[in-house]
């Protein structure tokens, strides 16, 4: 295929592209770095290009690739043993602690908080500050809607780690939440 057919699509896809991508990563850095390697990729493989889908399906399905290789990396990746977390939610015989369990928040504009800019930024601050291979798991399930086995194949876990790694993790958002946001 002719490079200017590569140069149509740079130049047609990069920004839904980007979007996507920042939408799953969240850093502009890395997001312009995943379009830049699914050009790349797609350069090197435009001779396997069928037709069989529109070239704006082909590169996305490049992309989203790159997104899982990228967060798979991220997974294999080393994560200090100690938990400091627990503590702060639960008694030594496994129950939550009084101040820490669970509360019903009834907020009036509690349907439309994922539309509020504010939390968002707090939300993202709270899974940026999540263990690398926590924050993985939840962007994997809860951004990019994979289900657990898919997750589990993927980044190489078991099921019964991948469950503990995403409720742990939710603990940990929910209390950065309540520290940042209802507080």
């Known amino acids: 295929m002719p490079t ?3 140069t149509n699509w740079v130049e ?3 920004t839904d592209l980007y979007k996507w991508a920042l939408h799953k990563v969240s850093n502009s850095e890395l997001a312009k770095d995943l379009v830049q390697d699914t050009f790349l990729s797609a350069a090197e493989k435009m001779d396997t290009f069928k037709g ?3 070239p704006k399906t082909w590169l996305f399905s490049i992309l989203n690739h790159k997104i899982i290789d990228h967060y798979r990396k991220k ?3 080393t994560v200090p043993v100690e938990d400091q977390s627990f503590p702060k939610f639960f008694e030594h015989d496994g ?5 820490r369990k669970p509360n019903d928040w009834q907020f009036e504009d509690e349907s439309h908080l994922l539309d509020n800019s504010e939390f968002q930024q707090i939300l993202k601050k709270c899974l940026d500050a999540l263990p690398e291979k926590w924050s993985t798991s939840v962007k994997l ?5 994979k289900n657990g086995d898919e997750i589990c194949q993927e980044l190489g876990i078991t099921p019964s780690n991948f469950w503990q790694i995403v409720h742990r993790a939710k603990l940990q958002l929910r209390d950065c939440v309540e520290k940042n946001w209802y507080n």
């Open 4 to 6: 200017n057919l590569l």
């Open 12 to 14: 047609t896809y990069t």
């Open 52 to 54: 069989e889908s529109t």
């Open 75 to 77: 997974v294999h990746q």
């Open 95 to 99: 129950g939550w602690q009084e101040q």
């Open 141 to 145: 399930k809860y951004l990019m809607e």
